[in-house]
């Protein structure tokens, strides 16, 4: 059962990277995408170990952004792969099937193309524009996320979707009214100076708790 929260990890450099998804699992994160695009492969793999490390002291699911060798080297828990990075079956014939691999998606043709290959969740979006991606696909909102969820409704297709891209602690109500499984949230928790509030707040919406207004 996946969780309902993600959080991607940010940072410029190993530290930061270590220092924002040590502190966002001492908040309560129960599960972590390690996401540390331009570092070479083998600063890359030393923060992957430490991360690993991390998590599995805090007993939190940890998937690695597109290294598919190197999750399987730490021995993580899965991938996310998008959509220019390796294939849904190339990472599974190195990963198998014990292992998560979820997919970006940006439309409804990316949505159904990855259900074809068999990820186990997408991420789709954005949700809105978000400076932590270079190559930004097309803004969805709400309603876009929506319109595709209700077409996966009438094919009968039944795969955990979450939103991603820009996504705050006010979005959650909207989003989650679309049907998606859960979000996929970076900068909102870096740079939040309570993050264990930020992530109690988080839940409680995602699980229909509490009502933000």
Same mark, same amino acid.
């Given at each position: 059962? %996946?969780?309902? @929260? ?11 990277? =270590? ?14 995408? @390690? ?22 002291? /805090? ?10 060798? =190197? ?9 996310? @792969? ?14 198998? /099937? ?8 940006? $439309? ?31 803004? %969805? ?6 319109? =595709?969820?209700?077409?996966? $409704? ?23 009214? $679309? ?9 909102? =928790? ?15 919406? %995602?699980?229909?708790?509490?009502? /933000?207004?």
């Amino acid at each position: 059962m %996946l969780d309902k @929260l993600q959080y991607i990890s940010q940072g410029e450099t190993s530290q930061e990277q =270590i220092e924002n998804i040590s502190h966002t699992l001492a908040a309560g994160c129960k599960w972590v995408q @390690l996401r540390f695009k331009n570092a070479p492969k083998e600063e890359f793999f030393w923060v992957a170990q430490k991360v690993k490390e991390l998590c599995d002291s /805090y007993k939190a699911m940890l998937t690695i952004n597109d290294h598919v060798n =190197i999750a399987q080297a730490i021995d993580a828990d899965g991938v996310h @792969l998008g959509l220019q990075d390796m294939s849904i079956a190339q990472a599974r014939d190195i990963l198998g /099937y014990e292992k998560i691999i979820g997919g970006t998606a940006n $439309t409804l043709e990316d949505v159904l193309s990855r259900v074809r290959e068999e990820c186990n969740y997408i991420g789709l979006g954005p949700f809105r524009f978000t400076p932590t991606k270079k190559k930004l696909s097309p803004i %969805l909102g709400a309603e876009g996320i929506k319109q =595709i969820m209700q077409e996966l $409704t009438l094919l009968s297709i039944e795969m955990p979707v979450y939103a991603i891209g820009g996504i705050t602690l006010k979005d959650v109500v909207k989003i989650m009214d $679309t049907g998606v499984a859960g979000v996929a949230v970076s900068g909102e =928790i870096t740079n939040h100076p309570n993050k264990k509030e930020l992530l109690e707040n988080f839940n409680q919406l %995602l699980n229909g708790q509490i009502n /933000y207004s």
